[in-house]
């Protein structure tokens, strides 16, 4: 995809703070991070949606996910808990359309806070 932010981090023709890397994953550090430990992981194919993932039906879903549990482990956050998030659409706030799992951790992500 020539437009695809996320493509152009893959291809390296755009800078990311890269955190953990598989054959076929990515995981890169958030611009604009909403917790101490927020990471974002995307297949280096690319797919629009976390629905467009499930349908791949190649092991892609779990070696996105197994990468978000990795990266947890080396940010420390495993224990503690993290969340991991896929906003799927633009009714749930997806902004840029290559699937990415939001690793969040390093503070308290009960809900509701408090």
């Known amino acids: 995809m020539n437009d695809c932010l996320f493509c152009k981090i893959v291809a390296k023709e755009i800078p990311a703070e890269i955190v953990y890397e598989t054959g076929r994953t990515l995981a890169f550090r958030d611009i604009n991070?909403?917790?101490?430990?927020?990471?974002l992981v995307i297949p280096k194919g690319h797919h629009a949606t976390a629905a467009v993932l499930a349908d791949a039906d190649d092991g892609l879903?779990?070696?996105?996910?197994?990468?978000?549990?990795a990266v947890a482990v080396l940010e420390g956050v495993a224990d503690s808990g993290y969340r991991v998030v896929f906003n799927t659409g633009?009714?749930?706030g997806q902004t840029v359309f290559h699937v990415h799992a939001h690793v969040l951790g390093g503070r308290d992500l009960t809900w509701p806070p408090g």
């Not at 991070?33 to 990471?39: D, E, L, N, Y």
């Not at 879903?61 to 549990?69: C, F, G, N, Q």
Request: aromatic residues 0%; proline residues 11%.
């Open 33 to 39: 991070p909403q917790a101490p430990t927020h990471v």
């Open 61 to 69: 879903a779990d070696e996105v996910l197994k990468t978000a549990h």
């Open 90 to 92: 633009l009714g749930a």
